[in-house]
T-cell receptor, first 115, second 114 residues
Framework: GDSVTQMEGPVTLSEEAFLTINCTYT??????LFWYVQYPGEGLQLLLK?????DKGSNKGFEATYRKETTSFHLEKGSVQVSDSAVYFCALSDNLSGGSYIPTFGRGTSLIVHP | KAGVTQTPRYLIKTRGQQVTLSCSPI?????VSWYQQTPGQGLQFLFEYFSETQRNKGNFPGRFSGRQFSNSRSEMNVSTLELGDSALYLC?????????????FGSGTRLTVV
């Protein structure tokens, strides 16, 4: 079945450092890929998405590129801020025959940014 | 526009009781899904409703049930609560049943079973 593997956290960085959170996936079909962010005490928010190979999703300075050849969708940001401290979830959604599109989520990676 | 609204935000229940959680999706969103989030298991899919019909169900016991109303609002019910049911329950709505759509999540209901 479909699965998403994320690097384990927490990832601890200083403000203005470069961020990479690795995400790889296995899927039966040709999935769409997503990054979600969860701030303390809140639900998940869609951060960015990519629906086909070589697409780059971007939002709020975060970027991720859909790499079909390496089945990866790594999240990057050039300069993190304290306010980026949160848990980040990689997810895939796969239109299998029969219409099942329920997203599969990774376990989440906690990011802690120090001033 | 209003986001996904979940009520209540917090609940404390005793073992053996039952609980009902409510979710109002974004206006126009017809698909509503429920997830259980725990530190040990992460996000686990409970069920999905579309046009008042349950379309998918996760691997949870029959104590967990849900329904969707004609206005797309959804409720989930857990009967005979166990300590292990303590979790953050998240509702998410989507515009349609397609892999290209993302989910919009509510802030969740934090259920504590004592």
């Amino acid at each position: 079945g479909d699965s998403v593997t994320q690097m384990e956290g927490p990832v601890t960085l200083s403000e203005e450092a470069f961020l990479t959170i690795n995400c790889t996936y296995t899927a039966t079909g040709y999935p769409s890929l997503f990054w979600y962010v969860q701030y303390p005490g809140e639900g998940l928010q869609l951060l960015l998405k990519a629906t086909k190979a070589d697409d780059k999703g971007s939002n709020k300075g975060f970027e991720a590129t859909y790499r079909k050849e390496t089945t990866s969708f790594h999240l990057e940001k050039g300069s993190v801020q304290v306010s980026d401290s949160a848990v980040y979830f990689c997810a895939l959604s796969d239109n299998l025959s029969g219409g099942s599109y329920i997203p599969t989520f990774g376990r989440g990676t906690s990011l802690i940014v120090h001033p | 526009k209003a986001g996904v609204t979940q009520t209540p935000r917090y609940l404390i229940k005793t073992r053996g009781q039952q609980v009902t959680l409510s979710c109002s999706p974004i206006s126009g969103h017809r698909s509503v899904s429920w997830y259980q989030q725990t530190p040990g298991q992460g996000l686990q899919f409970l069920f999905e409703y579309f046009s008042e019909t349950q379309r998918n169900k996760g691997n949870f016991p029959g104590r967990f049930s849900g329904r969707q109303f004609s206005n797309s609002r959804s409720e989930m019910n857990v009967s005979t609560l166990e300590l292990g049911d303590s979790a953050l329950y998240l509702c998410a709505s989507s515009l349609g049943r397609d892999s290209n759509y993302g989910y919009t999540f509510g802030s969740g209901t934090r259920l504590t079973v004592v």
